[in-house]
DNA sequence: CGGTTGGTTGAGCTGTATCAAAAGATGTGG
DNA sequence: CCACATCTTTTGATACAGCTCAACCAACCG
């Protein structure tokens, strides 16, 4: 019987770095290969899934990994209290999934229509216990959502929320033109309120942030879902340069 | 030449759990068995450090992993205005020194003196190659970490303050009673400010709150590094029931 | 004992949440 | 193709919470 080392099924597989700055440090770089892609597509069939559908709920048997074709899904935590962070976005080519103990961590819902390859545990256990190398590109996955997360607390805890848009605004370019890290264009399919749950703000902050970035000139949108990045400048200084609580340096000039 | 399969050494290793809810799912589960240590100690060093003493720097040629032997650490990131954030503080049995690329992903600190167990990479990765299991464990580990930044990003969610402090308490508590998961002494080696960092806070606010816990008889400190809990029940009721932005039900009697 | 560090407390200001409502988008069925 | 219903986004007015600046206190240490 091939139990034995079910540990190892139990695992877990990651998906997604969110690499956070355009200046980056290797941004999508251990993505599977198409090579890995295709020995992961021997074992994967196809699913269909609407907007707002649910793929699976945080606390589920976890019996599936999914690598997105098309489509952004987005992973949901629920608290105590009913209230709900968007932990992350998820675009083509990423793998969601990640289980602790047989249980996925967190629900994933669509965004938008999407069309996902579904991989069974048990299948995939078999593929990679003869794929070492296949094995431990998963083991980097998880490593680079760990990054992603900790990227994700650092905003957070930024207080302003001109700040905390912009960041997010960066993320998504990067996760749209990962070779480029630039181009002004951002495409935003989620809404509002979905930004304020993943900035930890309301719709209305949002909303109001962008009207003012508008307003000064450092984006553009012909509509909600559609960034366009006018001052490059401005925009990554406030991005980058201003998210202090407390001014790094006082300023005082030390001569007298 | 044993470096054909470098990639697996450039790994990461993680840490700690940094579960949250007392009713937990875990807890620290899946630390290192005593075997497991025993079998790392075979390839480790003993090293000492002081209170505010760095052990590595973010993005420092990761050569080593540390286990835990005594104190606290905490591991803190930089932001690109200067600012920074801790991402979690770690106690004796953690492992610390995560890496991608073959560079430490934060900065780790001592809260206090510490005592810890060097193991240089290599020798690890030549460990781990002929332990599959003891491989495994430290992508659980990897997995684990993950799960608490996720924790993590919840809580930074919340907007009030009370909330995140006494999040942050039941995580302490959770860390160093493992076990029971409650027990109504917490102790904090780290300072204010390390707390307000950690909960994207300032100290004076995390001062406050504690003051007005305090006053409310939710908790009481003999000193700023001992709480002890008072009121479990309005203290758990606080931290789980109120965390919401907006109310999780209009609260609107259905009938009329 | 001054000096230093970490913690607490106070007063005022700013920014975000909240409550409310209007304006835009989107989708459906006639 | 339009009219209607629904959902999303935007805008406005107000209240409150946390940040900022500043002083003060306690503990620790040379």
New interface residues.
């Given amino acids: 019987m091939p139990g034995s080392r079910a ?2 099924s139990r ?2 597989i ?1 998906a997604r770095p969110f690499l956070a ?1 355009p200046d980056g ?2 941004a999508r ?1 251990d993505l599977l290969t198409p090579q890995e892609r295709d020995r992961l597509a021997s074992i994967a069939s196809l699913v269909r899934i609407e907007r707002g559908d649910i793929l699976f709920r945080q606390g589920a048997e976890a019996n599936a990994i999914y690598d997105i074709a098309g489509g952004v899904l987005k992973s949901v ?1 629920q ?5 709900r ?1 968007i ?1 992350g976005f998820f675009f083509p080519q990423d793998i969601v999934g ?1 289980a ?2 047989g249980r996925y ?2 629900t994933v819902q669509a965004v938008s229509g999407a069309v996902l390859y579904r991989m069974p545990l048990r299948a995939l256990e078999r593929l990679l216990k003869h794929d070492r190398e296949l094995d ?1 590109q998963f ?2 996955k ?6 992603g ?2 990227l ?3 905003t ?4 302003r929320a001109e700040i905390r848009v912009l960041r997010f605004l960066g993320l998504m370019r990067q996760m749209q033109a990962p070779e480029a890290g630039l181009g002004s264009l951002i495409e935003l399919p989620m809404s509002r309120a979905d930004i304020a ?1 993943y900035l ?1 703000l ?1 719709p209305e902050t949002v909303s109001r942030v962008f009207a003012r970035l508008r307003r000064a000139q450092i984006i553009a949108s012909p509509n909600p879902h559609l960034i366009r990045v006018v001052d490059e400048e401005r925009f990554l200084a406030i991005a ?7 001014p ?2 006082p300023r005082v000039s030390a001569a007298d």
């Fill in positions: 540990a190892s695992l877990a990651a700055r440090d290797g770089r935590l608290r105590p209290d009913g209230t962070a932990l990640l602790e103990d961590v967190s431990h083991l980097l998880a490593c680079h959502e760990l990054r997360a900790q994700h607390v650092l957070l805890g930024i207080v749950e930890g309301t980058e340069d201003e998210g202090r609580v407390r790094p340096a």
